[in-house]
């Protein structure tokens, strides 16, 4: 009895030791790591556009876009499709995301995907892999 009362105590001191030490470590200092994106698709350096397809650059972007409101690009029209799943557009209504998309420049187009998000338009399956072509070929020529 007196064996399993040692070792009782033995692991309720090194566990508050333990726990003591992780809660001085700074957060600089902290073990966990946020997941890095690819690094032949990151951005050399801070100033360029995230793509928003990995999930550190798309948390940053729309946490950038939620601080600073929504952004329309002359697409008011496609808030009618909020809440759509993407398979259920007809033919005519993806030639309306696509006919926008062509017209955006390219600076413009992660911000379009960002603002697409955030007023809960999920894109047509089609027009997204439009999308993220276009924006991988923006990112390529930069």
């Known amino acids: 009895m007196q064996v399993a009362a040692i070792i009782l105590a033995a692991l309720v001191v090194v566990g508050g030791l333990l726990w003591f030490l992780d809660r001085r470590q700074t957060p600089e200092q902290s073990d966990v790591r946020e ?47 909020a809440g759509r799943k993407a398979h259920e557009y007809s033919e005519d209504e993806k030639d309306e995301f696509r006919d926008i998309l062509q017209t955006l420049l390219p600076d413009d187009l992660a911000g379009w995907g960002r603002s697409i998000q955030l007023r809960g338009i999920n894109l047509p399956d089609d ?16």
């Open 127 to 142: 027009i997204r892999d439009e999308f993220i072509m276009l924006i991988d070929e923006h990112r390529r020529s930069k």
């Open 35 to 81: 997941p890095v994106a690819d690094s032949d698709n990151t951005a050399a350096d801070g100033d360029e556009e995230c793509c928003g397809q990995h999930y550190s650059c798309e948390r940053d972007s729309l946490l950038t876009a939620l601080s600073e409101g929504i952004e329309y690009y002359e697409d008011e029209e496609l808030d009618r499709f």
